[in-house]
């Protein structure tokens, strides 16, 4: 923990009711309400202070909610495009940079923006928790608060499917702390879902909740946070790649906050939000005009995840429909969905690293060719301030430059299991 930090000052809000409470702990939901609802951090501190470079992502502190802090965190860095900008013919695009790249002083060895949740989340937590936090991922969020538990001695169950454990690459051994669970060849994230669900429902473990998780929203909005603070005011248009569309929904409110703020400007960013084509729930209910998801066949599902290169947007159950979600933070900002195809793609990750010289992520690429793309189609203004958020990257530089330990699984399960041999292969390890 750094020393002389005070816990954050906060109380949590309905999004549904508007009625305030207090956080007792680990709160997920508003108390005594059934309408499925985010809940939202209403923080004590209206004007955000930023702490220092030397406190990393804990710079933001006055908007995350925090009981500690915990060592090794980087913030996301902002800054002024040339290279892309130029090819594009872009006259203010700013790039919110998350991964591996010394120079631009962006230290996130896990290369991911996972990161930002996993700092802000393993914060939230007492340190006299004596459960076993449980985090479902698709590869990156495993990776990200892997290290982070790691580092810090915090107990940890991941489910990830078998497919995607390839991700979980460190620069260093884990603290046995950590454990793997894995769901069968063929999964996918919402099987792992489905696994951390069921882990969740046995005594000791506990759900880290996805977006419902304060927390974890506000650690992702720290990439706006890093943008309007850099810039000086709010963009006209925020571009990002969503699986969940957590991070955007995360956008949306530090939005919010900075509008509060005063100091930034009062317009709302155009949230332009893309998948990787042909696995689109998101895209294709935006465009039915539909809050709720579309009926999409589980067989049909786990064919498209195999076909996309970004496997880390797959998510079939994304936080859309509920009350706070994805749907009303693109209404509310005006803002759309978008998709492009792994050719895009691999072309704009192709140019990213030509015009400014690093690798980025798939789902980064994603963002960056639909940026591309409306842009060519004529629906963006040349001289408008957007921010593009790069999720992910310099993996391939840090790969090259570290050795690399991966993490083996604990426990192997079928892709449905039931809940007694969850219980029952749990209580064989030991923590």
Same mark, same amino acid.
């Given at each position: 923990?750094?020393?002389?930090?005070?816990p954050t000052?906060?109380?949590?809000q309905?999004?549904?009711?508007g009625?305030?409470?207090?956080?007792?702990?680990w709160m997920?939901?508003?108390? %005594?309400? &059934?309408?499925p609802?985010?809940?939202?951090?209403?923080? $004590?501190r209206?004007?955000?202070?930023?702490?220092?470079?030397?406190?990393?992502?804990?710079?933001?502190?006055?908007?995350l909610p925090?009981?500690?802090?915990?060592?090794?965190?980087?913030?996301?860095v902002?800054y002024?495009?040339e290279?892309? @900008?130029a090819?594009? +013919?872009?006259?203010?695009?700013?790039?919110?940079?998350?991964g591996?790249w010394?120079?631009? +002083? @962006?230290?996130m060895?896990?290369?991911s923006f996972? $990161?930002t949740?996993a700092?802000s989340?393993? +914060?939230?937590? &007492?340190p006299?928790?004596?459960q076993v936090l449980?985090v479902?991922?698709?590869?990156?969020? =495993?990776?990200?608060?892997?290290?982070?538990c790691?580092?810090?001695?915090i107990?940890?169950?991941?489910?990830?499917?078998?497919?995607?454990i390839?991700?979980?690459?460190?620069?260093?051994p884990?603290?046995?702390?950590?454990?793997?669970?894995?769901?069968?060849? %063929?999964?996918d994230?919402?099987?792992a879902?489905?696994l951390s669900n069921? =882990?969740?429902?046995?005594?000791?473990?506990?759900?880290?909740g996805?977006a419902?998780?304060v927390?974890r929203?506000?650690?992702?909005?720290t990439?706006v946070?890093?943008?309007?603070?850099?810039?000086?005011?709010?963009?006209?248009?925020?571009?990002?790649?969503?699986g969940? +569309?957590? %991070?955007?929904?995360?956008?949306?409110?530090?939005?919010l906050?900075l509008?509060? &703020?005063?100091?930034?400007g009062?317009?709302k960013?155009?949230?332009?939000?893309?998948?990787?084509?042909p696995?689109?729930?998101?895209?294709?209910?935006?465009?039915?005009?539909?809050r709720?998801?579309?009926?999409?066949?589980?067989d049909?599902?786990?064919?498209?995840?195999?076909?996309?290169?970004?496997?880390?947007?797959?998510?079939?159950?994304?936080?859309?429909?509920?009350?706070?979600g994805?749907y009303d933070?693109?209404?509310?900002?005006?803002?759309?969905v978008?998709k492009?195809?792994?050719?895009e793609?691999?072309?704009?990750?192709?140019l990213?690293?030509e015009? $400014?010289?690093?690798?980025?992520y798939?789902?980064?690429?994603? @963002?960056?060719?639909s940026?591309v793309?409306?842009?060519? =189609?004529?629906?963006l203004?040349?001289?408008?301030?957007i921010?593009?958020?790069?999720t992910?990257a310099?993996?391939?530089?840090?790969?090259?430059e570290?050795?690399?330990?991966?993490?083996?699984?604990?426990?192997?399960?079928?892709?449905?299991?039931?809940? &007694?041999?969850?219980?029952?292969?749990?209580?064989?390890?030991k923590?």
């Amino acid at each position: 923990m750094q020393s002389g930090f005070t816990p954050t000052q906060y109380k949590l809000q309905s999004l549904a009711t508007g009625k305030i409470f207090e956080d007792n702990g680990w709160m997920l939901d508003a108390p %005594g309400e &059934d309408k499925p609802a985010l809940i939202r951090a209403i923080y $004590e501190r209206q004007q955000l202070h930023l702490r220092g470079d030397d406190t990393g992502l804990y710079t933001f502190s006055d908007w995350l909610p925090l009981k500690r802090t915990l060592e090794g965190s980087s913030a996301p860095v902002t800054y002024k495009s040339e290279g892309l @900008a130029a090819a594009l +013919g872009l006259k203010n695009l700013w790039i919110t940079f998350s991964g591996y790249w010394p120079e631009k +002083g @962006a230290g996130m060895t896990t290369c991911s923006f996972k $990161e930002t949740e996993a700092y802000s989340v393993c +914060g939230r937590m &007492d340190p006299a928790l004596k459960q076993v936090l449980v985090v479902a991922s698709a590869g990156n969020t =495993a990776r990200a608060f892997a290290k982070v538990c790691s580092e810090n001695n915090i107990p940890l169950l991941l489910c990830v499917p078998h497919d995607y454990i390839n991700a979980l690459w460190f620069e260093k051994p884990l603290n046995p702390c950590v454990k793997l669970a894995v769901t069968a060849h %063929g999964s996918d994230y919402f099987d792992a879902i489905y696994l951390s669900n069921l =882990a969740t429902q046995c005594e000791g473990f506990l759900a880290e909740g996805g977006a419902k998780n304060v927390a974890r929203r506000d650690g992702m909005g720290t990439t706006v946070l890093s943008a309007v603070t850099t810039i000086g005011q709010i963009p006209e248009y925020y571009f990002q790649a969503v699986g969940s +569309g957590t %991070g955007a929904i995360a956008a949306w409110e530090a939005n919010l906050r900075l509008i509060a &703020d005063g100091r930034f400007g009062s317009n709302k960013m155009k949230l332009m939000v893309s998948q990787n084509a042909p696995f689109q729930p998101i895209y294709d209910a935006w465009k039915a005009g539909s809050r709720a998801m579309l009926p999409y066949d589980d067989d049909l599902a786990r064919e498209h995840v195999t076909e996309i290169d970004s496997k880390v947007l797959s998510n079939r159950r994304p936080p859309y429909p509920i009350t706070g979600g994805l749907y009303d933070a693109l209404k509310d900002s005006g803002g759309d969905v978008l998709k492009a195809t792994n050719r895009e793609a691999r072309s704009a990750k192709e140019l990213f690293l030509e015009t $400014e010289g690093i690798d980025i992520y798939s789902a980064a690429a994603i @963002a960056t060719a639909s940026l591309v793309n409306e842009l060519n =189609a004529g629906r963006l203004n040349p001289e408008a301030l957007i921010m593009l958020n790069i999720t992910g990257a310099g993996e391939e530089r840090f790969k090259r430059e570290h050795s690399l330990f991966y993490l083996e699984p604990s426990l192997l399960f079928d892709i449905t299991p039931g809940l &007694d041999e969850v219980k029952q292969k749990l209580t064989t390890i030991k923590w």
